[in-house]
């Protein structure tokens, strides 16, 4: 399954499948950026981050893609889990603002058993 | 667990109450964040300490009130706010340079009645 971003913040897969969270950033100098999951009651956790030096990171069941030419950033979730299930946020952060990071919206991602 | 722990986890006051947020951090940063997250909505930055001197004031109303003591602890003063006010507060700590994550504690949900 696959989101857009802003224009869709709910994705629904099923358990097993591959999952692609998409996200637009804003500012063409940002170098860092993070990806984040939220659950239910907690406050967002690091998943993953990739510098703007890098095209493609990857981490345990996670990969993260960077698209400097059109600002797009995605995570992938191989094989997703009912425990996967959360709000995911992307996060940039600017050469020139410190370690301050700019937040997306958020995509909630729902995992059918 | 996080290194990073907000108390109360949940406040419900009256418009005329005054109540504090706490957060510590574990993780020997330098800087400190205080967040705002309403539903649908990105989180918003309030406040920013870095090595407890406050670097960022995000046009917060001045019912919101907070208080540094040293790089582990950060508070939220409140008095009489507003019902718009209720909203999940999140705190995050990080080293403050650039292109290094936040970590979030698991905030304070705050019900103004």
Known sequence: ?113 | ETGVTQTPRHLVMGMTNKKSLKCEQHLGHNAMYWYKQSAKKPLELMFVYNFKEQTENNSVPSRFSPECPNSSHLFLHLHTLQPEDSALYLCASSYGDRGQPQHFGDGTRLSIL
């Not at chain 1, 889990?81 to 370690?99: L, M």
Request: aromatic share 8%; charged share 20%; glycine share 10%.
């Open chain 1, 1 to 113: 399954g696959e989101s857009v971003g802003l224009h869709l913040p709910t994705l629904s897969v099923q358990e097993g499948d591959n999952s692609i969270i998409n996200c637009a950033y804003s500012n063409s100098a940002s170098d860092y950026f993070i990806w984040y999951k939220q659950e239910s009651g907690k406050g967002p956790q690091f998943i993953i981050d990739i510098r703007s030096n890098m095209d493609k990171r990857q981490g345990q069941r996670v990969t993260v893609l960077l698209n400097k030419t059109v600002k797009h950033l995605s995570l992938q979730i191989a094989a997703t889990q009912p425990g996967d299930s959360a709000v995911y946020f992307c996060a940039e952060n600017t050469y020139n603002q410190g370690g301050k990071l700019i937040f997306g919206q958020g995509t909630e991602l729902s995992v059918k058993p």
